[in-house]
C-alpha cells in the first residue's frame, strides 16, 4: 500500500479545493426546500465549482453522470441527480468534490428539508457527531483504526447501524487514493498516521440496519429495511500536532 505524504505546497492547493467544495455547500444551502429537483442542485453546484476556477471531481469518475452526488432519505449515497423534487420532512445528502489545479477536496454533508422527525434530527445529529469523534484521533503516531474504532463505538452507543461496505479514503491528485477509512475496526491497528497525510473522514450510519445493496442504476446505495441514512464528510490533513480540516471555512 502507498500512502503518499503531501508536501506544504500540496496541502494548500488541498486546502483551496477543500475551501472550494465548503464554499459549495454554502451556496447550495438556502436552495435545499420543498420543490427543488436533486438535477437543479446539481446544475447549481456544478457552475458554482466552475464559478471558483475548480471543475466537479465527481462528474465522469468512473463514469458518475452528476457532478455531486444527490441522496435522499433511505438512499444512503451515489444518489444520481434527476427530475426528483425535494419533499417536507426528507434528509438529502450532499457529496461535492472540487479538483483545482489538479488537486481535490471532498466533502458531504446532511442536510433537512424543511421539518423532519425526530429520528431524522436524532440521525443526523449522531452521524455529525460520529464524524468529530474520527477527527478527533487523526495525529501523528494514531493507527487508522483509532479512527475507526471511535466512530463505531459512538455509533453503537447510540444504537445506528454503521455502513461497512463503504468507507473514507486517502484524497490528493485523485478523489480516492490510500488508505481506506473504514467507519469501525479496533484500535491500535492499520497504516500509522504521518504528518502530511490528507483522508476523507465520512461515518455513513443508519436509522435501522446497517445492511444495504445496489439499485439497478449500479449507484445507489441505499438502506434494506428503507430506514433513512445520514452521511456527515471532511478532508483532513494529518500535521504535527494533530490534524486541520480542509473543507471546513
Given at each position: 500500500m502507498l ?15 477543500g475551501h ?8 447550495l444551502?438556502?436552495?435545499i426546500?420543498?420543490g ?25 469518475l468512473?463514469?458518475f453522470?452528476g457532478?455531486?452526488c ?37 466533502s ?5 428539508v ?46 445506528l ?10 484524497v490528493?491528485t ?39 445493496y ?8 441505499v ?8 452521511h456527515f464528510?471532511?478532508?483532513v490533513?494529518?500535521?504535527k ?9
Open positions: 500512502i503518499s505524504i503531501k508536501s506544504s505546497r500540496e496541502i494548500e492547493l488541498l486546502k483551496k479545493a472550494i467544495v465548503y464554499l459549495t455547500h454554502q451556496y444551502k438556502p436552495y426546500k420543498e427543488i429537483t436533486t438535477k437543479e442542485l446539481d446544475k447549481l453546484a456544478e457552475d458554482f465549482i466552475i464559478s471558483q476556477n475548480a471543475t466537479p471531481s465527481f462528474k465522469g468512473y463514469g453522470p457532478s455531486i444527490t441522496s435522499i432519505n433511505e438512499e444512503v449515497v451515489h444518489g444520481i441527480p434527476g427530475n426528483r423534487k425535494l419533499k417536507n420532512g426528507d434528509i438529502v445528502k450532499l457529496d461535492i468534490g472540487a479538483c483545482y489545479k489538479g488537486y481535490h477536496g471532498d458531504a454533508w446532511s442536510y433537512k424543511g421539518n423532519v422527525s425526530k429520528e431524522i434530527d436524532y440521525l443526523m445529529e449522531h452521524t455529525e457527531k460520529a464524524l468529530y469523534e474520527g477527527i478527533k484521533q487523526v495525529k501523528p503516531g494514531n493507527r487508522i483504526g483509532d479512527i475507526s474504532h471511535a466512530i463505531e463505538e459512538y455509533a453503537k452507543a447510540h444504537n447501524g454503521v455502513v461497512k461496505e463503504l468507507v473514507g479514503h486517502g490528493g485523485k478523489v480516492h487514493e490510500e488508505p481506506d477509512v473504514p467507519n469501525y475496526g479496533k484500535s491500535g491497528v492499520g497504516p500509522l498516521l504521518k504528518e502530511g497525510m490528507v483522508i476523507a473522514i465520512e461515518p455513513m450510519l443508519n436509522l435501522g440496519t446497517a445492511d444495504i445496489m439499485l439497478d442504476d449500479d449507484w445507489t446505495i438502506t434494506d429495511d428503507d430506514l433513512p441514512s445520514a464528510e471532511h478532508t490533513a494529518v500535521v500536532d494533530g490534524y486541520i480540516i480542509l473543507t471546513g471555512e
